[in-house]
């Protein structure tokens, strides 16, 4: 077994996640695996160019219960990572991953090294992707790693994901986000977002239903249909808001970069 790996800290700009917690529910009968429902379904990341290479894919799967409403951390990097909900009470994680080169036998070895460290201890559930020490060797031309999770709609989540795009949709739990160069995609989220975004990539939230602070370098930000309080605080990203909530507030602050409210 895996040592635990921390989570990764949201940047200290960024306020500090409360303690997740909830009452957790009636656990309902587990249905097989071949049997279970198809997630909310998330747009699809950009691929990695692999043109000119030869490439080998690799799939892992593991799923866990979930009695009561999971509280997962991930430290993600090189590839998407998307999170979906079901109504099933466990925590289903899936990963691809590709690696091409001029070797296929290259390419193979370096895909098998890739992992995905999972860990559970009660309610909270821990993924951390890692790498082989040379993944910087010349003779891998392209690899990445996309990483899935199906979970309960009660769970809260705290990640970071470092070159890649991150796309969460419909979780009931907080949410603290740290995204380093990559889009951002935020659907119907039922809790509290703390999100910090770098990079110059798209980043939309709709349906923040509690709102949440966000802390953004570079990104071009839409926001809509948010409840409560918003509150943006952006550096060199144009900021759009759209249709509010009757309830809601909004606080923004933007350094070299335009504001429109709709």
């Not at 909310?40 to 043109?51: G, H, L, Q, R």
């Amino acid at each position: 077994t895996p040592a635990a790996v921390p989570p990764a800290d949201i940047p200290a700009e960024t306020p500090a996640p409360e303690e997740l917690s909830a009452a957790a529910p009636a656990p309902a009968p587990v249905a097989p695996l071949e049997s279970l429902p198809s997630p909310e379904e998330t747009p699809a990341p950009a691929a990695v160019d692999f043109t000119g290479l030869l490439t080998f894919t690799r799939t892992w799967e593991q799923q866990f219960p979930a009695a009561e409403p999971p509280r997962i951390d991930v430290s993600h990097k090189h590839g998407p990572l998307l999170v979906r909900v079901w109504d099933q009470p466990l925590v289903r994680a899936t990963a691809t991953m590709t690696v091409g080169a001029l070797d296929q036998a290259v390419a193979q070895q370096f895909a098998d090294a890739i992992i995905v460290q999972a860990e559970q201890e009660g309610p909270r559930l821990l993924f951390v992707s890692t790498y082989p020490s040379g993944d910087g060797t010349p003779a891998i031309g392209a690899y990445t790693m996309e990483l899935s999770l199906d979970v309960p709609r009660a769970s809260s989540l705290s990640v970071r994901n470092e070159f890649g795009d991150t796309n969460v949709v419909g979780i009931n739990g907080q949410l603290t986000l740290n995204s380093v160069f990559g889009a951002v995609e935020l659907r119907n989220i039922g809790g509290v977002a703390r999100v910090f975004a770098k990079g110059e990539f798209p980043f939309v939230a709709r349906g923040l239903l509690q709102g949440g602070t966000f802390v953004l370098r570079g990104s071009a930000a839409v926001f809509s249909e948010y409840s409560d309080a918003l509150v943006v605080r952006s550096t060199s990203g144009a900021v759009e808001v759209r249709n509010p909530g009757a309830a809601s507030e909004l606080d923004v602050t933007a350094d070299f970069c335009p504001v429109h409210v709709y």
